[in-house]
């Protein structure tokens, strides 16, 4: 594919992504600028997000809010919520989404601070 196609491509991606979540994320629009990296991501994205194989989207949006919470992406935030709501995901449910995920990175932190807790108390016995 040339430089052209590979342009008009993009600009397709991108209408539907404007269209789909009422704006472009910061994300698409910068690697956008290099359309061999862009359009294989957002293959991607567009497959496991609006095309998943084995979960629903009510499912996969549900994901993408816990693992947006354990990651404190308050961006990603922005774009799943809304877009779990459209597929018909309750605010009760994103709720517990973001609480599930946000439980994990309290556990994450907690796992790796208290394994170095126990190295640090151990050797100094």
């Not at 404007?18 to 956008?32: A, D, H, R, T, W």
């Not at 290099?34 to 095309?51: M, N, Q, T, V």
């Not at 990651?71 to 018909?88: E, F, R, T, Y």
């Amino acid at each position: 594919m040339d430089e052209k196609e590979q342009e008009e491509r993009v600009r397709k991606v991108l209408d539907k992504v404007q269209k789909e979540y009422g704006f472009i994320p910061l994300v698409s629009e910068i690697m956008s600028k290099r359309p061999d990296l862009y359009l294989p991501y957002s293959e991607l994205s567009s497959i496991l997000f609006f095309k998943p194989k084995h979960m629903d989207q009510r499912t996969t949006e549900l994901a993408a809010i816990a693992a947006s919470a354990a990651l404190g992406s308050d961006h990603c935030l922005n774009v799943h919520i809304p877009q779990a709501m459209k597929v018909g995901v309750t605010e009760e449910e994103v709720l517990e989404a973001m609480l599930v995920g946000a439980m994990m990175g309290f556990n994450r932190s907690n796992s790796i601070s208290l394994r170095c807790f126990k190295a640090a108390t151990e050797a100094k016995e």
